[in-house]
């Protein structure tokens, strides 16, 4: 297999151009830390963006920073650490869950639209988002967005790179807006709730003026040690004040106490990479299903009753993170029978090639809209040699 | 009035009497308007210097009669121009001759509100101050707040991605949106998203929001509503030169305050608003900002505490803290009314690039130096925390000329913000207003990418053609 790394964009774009000319399918990778995620692909050659690397902008009051897109996410974190600041989304970090090594990459983090638990706050890593540059399959360099908040200035294209992992452009670089780091975090939890009543709980809070920046639930086998969690940020007077006051609204539902420092970021973090669910290694495949808060439990239910499965919930109830056994169609059929249903839609996050390239690792689309996915990815890559089939098979 | 349309199309302006037969068969009477008269009500938007009457206008009542009247359309190569409630200033509604104007404005009913999932399905005509109107008995509201929200419906929010006020915190529309109703040009309805967040595949609804008409027609919306907070008071700072304030906010931010509301005003803006709303703000200042922040009382209290603090340094002349509604009430007052207030003292228009904030000293030196070189005045209010700036450029339409001259001083101003490191528009959009700018901002690969995804929805140009893409250069996919 032919690897290319290029050195800035016109090496890329010259890739690719040659690429699309000869009609080379191309994997676009980072340090593929990811690789076991999507539909496996196999092509002769891969494109990574490891030798674009550093970051090429960064104004603290201004609240941007802008990187090349194979800069290490640790190295953007640490970045903005150093002004006190921070990426709004969270970004979960795949590598436990996968049983992966290596570092991942911020051109991935967009392409991937990689959230977490802060998304029901801050938004999406897309909502973040300003600005990308990408080769698109006819090897062209085309800009979109910008390094500014407010933009509205023709297509936004940045929100179709992010979330199109890599199949409409390699992702040369990216511009990210940022939040100041809350001065403290803490945390309300309650302990031994049902699924149902935790939502309800967790809906309370999130439905309050208290500016909530995390709320899950994690059942546990024994109803007692289910935890509810619910998180604040700002500065410390606030946080004080919330504390109290969502304790308050809250109450009905059981003792809430506080939980904060190491503990309780380790806790967040294990939510964030879906490792309460479980940890690398293990035999399992793993559903990451979005619907609205109040049916997570119902979705639940009916997978539950059906398989074998564990779970938990981030976002209020409205990210429920599935583990299921590796027999049969993986609970494909009952997972999706409740995402139509109920509303949302759910991606097999983790699970062997051999049956990732077997089951739908993104929920199947309505005619319609894969009629409009295949005229965009068309409109991007012509010759369909950017990952192809790694979303959808034949795309 | 220097804006060309393209010349209208001969042979469907002859096939009028039949076009109207054909429409007229497929919605209920009343929905149908034909008269020159009434047609007039619809010839403009908010950039009233440029009209055109269409060859008709369709108001349905439901998403089915919105997909027959498209794929009509698309079958008769009839252009349509979608529209909502008209108040574009990027004249993003204006009809063309041989185009039908196709108005959500009667489907406004809210379909659904869920309040433990935070969200409200709605039609797409319904106000954008509707929806917040719907929810507030529950204490919520729908955040994105432009200043033109009694009239503007959610279907204009999203066709230009509309902002408000308050998007330092909250965002703009496309960060408030969970899914919507599209109708495409040959009829098909398509379902984008839900009430849940993140979409599975391509994120077709990021795409639509923003795209101004021209990729389909929106029906239905579901947005996010959100528990407002327990209160909101702003504080009032003056200074005396303009580095002062810009730095200011630069140091508010980097202390780690997102203030609600971050609103910058200059001197000509502050006398002119002052002479119209007696709001109490000082005249002995080249730069005024407004800095509102949420919370309970206390929280209130310590936030502007820190916020005064961090504005010592750089020694304000005035600092007026807000210590109630009314005195809350007094401060706003001035700011909102600054169109209306601008709009007795001369004529303008209003544009709205956004810059880096760091480029601010910098840039109102030079759009001061624009304007004057074309004999004109501008006074400047904008959202300092995202740099999205709204100068108002003054004239005189008796003098002939005058106009003329705003509207290329308006354009320097705008090639001004792409200069440095911004962008043309931050919120009212494209439209025919800054069409052919289009290339100062984007060189011809990024625009023909945007043009050939396009042409997935539309590749006959029939949707809302005459907007957003210069003339010249077009292709179909
Ligand atoms: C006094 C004043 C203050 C304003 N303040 C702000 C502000 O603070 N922030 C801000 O962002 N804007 C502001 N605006 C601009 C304007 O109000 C917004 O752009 C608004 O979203 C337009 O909504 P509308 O319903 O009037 O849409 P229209 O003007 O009718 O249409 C706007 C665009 O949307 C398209 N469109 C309309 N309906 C549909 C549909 N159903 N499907 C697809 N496309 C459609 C039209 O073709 C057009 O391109 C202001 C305008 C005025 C007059």
């Known amino acids: 297999m032919n ?53 090429t902008l960064y104004e603290p009051a201004e609240m941007v920073i802008g990187a090349r897109s194979g800069t290490p996410l640790s190295e953007i974190v640490a970045t903005l650490a150093e002004k006190n600041q921070q990426l709004p989304f969270e970004p979960m970090d795949y590598r436990p869950l996968l049983g992966t090594k290596g570092e991942p990459t ?101 439905g309050s003026p208290f500016d909530v920046t995390g709320a899950a639930h994690l059942p546990a086998p024994d109803r007692l040690g289910a935890r509810t969690l619910v998180r604040l940020e700002g500065f410390s007077v606030s946080v004080d004040y919330r504390l109290n006051e969502l304790r308050r609204l809250l109450k009905g539902f059981g003792t809430a106490d ?8 380790a806790l967040w973090q294990s939510v964030r990479d879906a490792t309460v669910l479980q940890e690398r290694g293990s035999d399992r495949a793993v559903w990451r299903v979005s619907t609205a808060p109040t049916k997570g439990p119902d979705l639940v239910a009916r997978v539950a009753t059906t398989i074998d499965a564990q779970w938990f919930y981030d976002w209020g109830g409205g990210l429920v993170w599935i583990s299921t056994p590796l027999i049969g169609d993986l609970g494909a059929t009952v997972i999706r029978d409740a995402t139509k249903a109920l509303g949302g839609h759910a991606t097999l996050v983790s699970a062997p090639d051999s049956e990732r390239s077997r089951i739908d690792v993104f929920e199947p689309q309505t005619d319609a809209v894969t009629m409009l996915t295949r005229g965009i990815k068309a409109s991007f890559d012509p010759a369909g040699i950017l990952n192809p089939g790694r979303m959808y098979a034949g795309l | 009035m220097s804006i060309a349309f393209p010349k209208p199309d001969e042979a469907v302006l002859s096939r009028r009497s039949e076009i109207l037969a054909g429409l007229g068969r497929l919605v209920a009477p009343e929905a149908l308007i034909v008269s020159e008269d009434e ?137 408030n949106l969970l899914g919507v109703t599209l109708v495409l040009l040959d009829g098909t309805v398509v379902q984008l998203g839900g009430d849940y967040l993140d979409s599975g595949g391509y994120d077709l609804l990021g795409l639509i929001t923003g795209s101004e008409g021209q990729l389909g027609v929106v029906t239905e919306a579901t947005v996010r509503i959100l528990r407002a907070a327990e209160g909101a008071r702003p504080a009032l700072l003056g200074f005396e030169r303009v580095e002062d304030a810009g730095a200011c906010v630069a140091a508010i931010i980097a202390a780690g305050i997102i203030p609600v509301a971050l609103e910058y005003m200059d001197r ?28 309970s009382d206390a929280e209130i209290d310590d936030m502007l505490r820190r916020i005064v603090a961090i504005a010592e340094p750089f020694r304000p002349k005035t600092v007026k803290v807000s210590q109630s509604e009314a005195e ?64 108002l450029v003054m004239f005189n ?67 809302n053609p005459a907007k957003v893409f210069p003339l010249e250069g077009r292709f179909a996919a």
């Open chain 1, 3 to 55: 690897s290319f790394s290029p050195r800035d964009e016109q090496d890329a774009s010259a890739v690719i151009a040659e690429a699309a000319a000869k009609g080379t399918p191309l994997t676009l990778m980072g340090n593929g830390t990811k690789a076991a995620m999507g539909r496996p692909n196999q092509t002769e050659a891969s494109v990574s963006s490891v030798g674009l690397s550093g970051v």
């Open chain 1, 106 to 206: 911020i051109g991935a983090v967009a392409a991937m639209n990689i959230s977490g638990p802060r998304r029901i706050m801050a938004g999406a890593a897309r909502d973040s988002l300003i600005g990308v540059r990408f080769i698109n399959g006819r090897g062209e360099a085309v800009k979109s967005g910008g390094r500014v908040m407010k933009n509205v200035t023709g297509l936004d294209l940045v929100k179709l790179q992010a979330g199109a992992w890599g199949t409409l452009g390699f992702l040369t670089e990216v511009t990210f807006k940022v939040l100041p780091k809350p001065e403290r975090v803490s945390t309300l939890l309650i302990r031994g709730l049902d699924d149902v009543t935790a939502i309800e709980a967790l809906s309370a809070a999130l």
């Open chain 1, 258 to 265: 506080i939980f904060e420092g190491r503990g309780a970021d």
């Open chain 2, 39 to 175: 047609r007039r009500a619809f010839e403009t938007d908010g950039l009233t210097a440029y009209r055109q009457l269409p060859l008709a206008v369709v108001l349905p009542s439901t998403t089915e009669e919105v997909s027959a009247v498209l794929r009509f359309c698309r079958d008769h190569g009839v252009k349509v121009v979608p529209r909502g409630a008209g108040t574009s200033l990027s004249g993003g509604a204006i009809p063309q001759e041989d185009a039908i104007v196709l108005g959500v404005a009667k489907m406004n009913r809210v379909l659904e509100v869920d309040f433990k999932n935070r969200i409200a399905r709605v039609q797409s005509g319904i106000t954008n101050l509707g929806i917040s109107q719907a929810v507030a008995h529950e204490g919520f509201f729908y955040a994105p707040d432009p200043s033109s929200q009694l009239a503007c419906t959610i279907a204009g929010n999203i066709a230009m991605n509309s902002g408000g006020a308050h998007c330092l915190k909250y965002g703009v529309t496309t960060n």
């Open chain 2, 268 to 295: 000509p803006a502050i006398q002119i608003c002052e002479a119209f709303a007696h709001a109490g703000y000082p005249l002995d200042v080249d730069a005024m900002l407004i800095i509102e922040v949420e919370g």
């Open chain 2, 328 to 391: 809350s009430a007094a401060i706003w007052k001035g700011r909102k009314s600054a169109f209306g207030a601008t709009g007795r003292v001369a004529d303008y228009i209003c544009m709205d690039g956004t810059i880096p904030t760091g480029q601010l000293p910098y840039v109102l030196r030079r759009i001061d130096e624009i304007a004057k070189s074309y004999g004109l005045g501008v006074a400047n209010v904008f959202h300092a925390g995202d740099g999205n700036l709204h100068p």
């Open chain 2, 397 to 463: 339409t008796n003098k002939p000329g005058e106009m003329e001259k705003a509207e290329a001083a308006g354009e320097d101003i705008l090639k001004l913000c792409v200069e440095v490191g911004g962008c043309l528009t931050g919120e009212h959009g494209v439209g025919i207003e800054k069409r052919d700018l289009m290339t100062y901002q984007f060189n011809p690969m990024d625009l023909e990418q945007q043009m050939r995804v396009r042409g997935v929805f539309d590749p006959g140009w029939l949707l």
